[in-house]
């Protein structure tokens, strides 16, 4: 008989605040801790001290990895001077700038809803049900993993499931009536990855329709822009630590070689897969929709007030160096 998995004991908060003094941390306050454990939970705070473990080292003093994740491997103890409220400090940091993400998000799905509903609406007001305007591949029915797969009938069955659960004034007013739904009325109950899928979907001759808008080279730049900025808004949304958490796939900016915004930020790979990156090209979006806007000051500010922990630098953000913001780099004071 195989034997039960090893599972680690239950701890109650006093002794996990017992286990991080064990292991090194610095608790000024017991009570806070205990309080703090127990509203956000032990390995929810684990992602944000986890910098702060000492790393392990093999035997030519080079960091050892992890052959999955390829991050550096490390030890239980924390290194010298890790304060527990520096780290309730840093966690209080990463709900800030996702509420501040969600805020240059909003901007961008509200403006690329509007923009496909009036330059495909135009044509055809009912555009969004029709198969003529997708690119046939992603009419196609496929077979994956021994299924029948077809793209664009998934995309379909999850608009029909908003329309039918919207609350949407004008949703509801063409459903009681039984009236067929403008594509302009239709975006009000759209979620941003039925958006961005949408654009995918589209056709070539559509998606130039788009981009012409929208001051776009190539449509494959604006969907890889749409998709990661999906991915960080779930994060956001769902409220997944992000300031220092890094995309599998970095952000395209193919067709922006010679603009001199992005000439003059020179992003690399790392930038482009970090918050850094995914902020640049928010505030490219934001400030099209908004050229008033102050939300990249806003984003400067906040990165400036990230809590002082040595583990915790700023290139963990995708930033060239620890200096903070390059506030020169974006016009701001």
């Avoid at 454990?37 to 929810?44: F, H, K, V």
């Avoid at 949407?168 to 941003?192: M, N, Q, S, T």
């Amino acid at each position: 008989m195989p034997s039960s998995p090893v599972i680690k004991p239950h701890l109650e908060y006093q002794e996990l605040v017992a286990r991080l003094k064990e292991r090194g941390m610095i608790i000024p306050d017991e009570a806070r801790a205990m309080r703090k454990l127990s509203q956000i939970g032990y390995y929810r705070l684990s992602g944000f001290w986890y910098p702060c473990r000492r790393p392990k080292f093999d035997n030519d003093g080079k960091f050892l990895k992890d052959a999955e994740t390829g991050l550096p491997v490390r030890d239980d103890r924390f290194q010298d001077n890790i304060n527990f409220n520096n780290i309730i400090d840093l966690y209080l940091f990463d709900k800030k700038l996702r509420q501040l993400m969600l805020d240059g998000i909003e901007r961008i799905e509200i403006y690329m809803r509007s923009i496909i509903a009036h330059e495909i609406g135009k044509i055809d007001p009912l555009a969004y049900e029709k198969e003529e305007f997708i690119n046939p591949k992603v009419t196609a029915t496929k077979r994956k993993n021994g299924r029948a797969v077809n793209h664009w009938f998934e995309w379909m069955n999850r608009l029909c499931n908003l329309i039918n659960s919207s609350k949407e004034d004008c949703i509801i007013w063409h459903r009681k009536r039984g009236l067929p739904i403008p594509f302009w009325a239709v975006i009000e109950c759209w979620d941003y990855g039925l958006m961005s899928k949408y654009f995918d979907n589209l056709n070539g001759r559509c998606q130039q329709k788009i981009i012409r808008r929208v001051g776009f080279a190539k449509p494959s730049t604006l969907i890889s822009w749409l998709t990661e900025i999906n991915i960080l808004r779930n994060k956001c949304a769902h409220h997944a630590r992000i300031w220092n958490r890094a995309s599998a796939n970095p952000i395209s900016l193919k067709g922006f070689e010679t603009d001199p915004y992005f000439q003059s930020l020179n992003l690399d790979l790392e930038a482009r897969r970090r918050i850094y990156g995914q902020a640049a090209v928010i505030w490219y979006f934001v400030r099209k929709i908004g050229p008033s806007s102050d939300w990249i000051k806003r984003f400067a500010d906040l990165v400036d007030s990230k809590p002082a922990l040595e583990p915790c630098p700023y290139t963990a953000m995708g930033f060239p160096d620890n200096s903070g913001f390059p506030r020169e780099l974006f016009g701001i004071d």
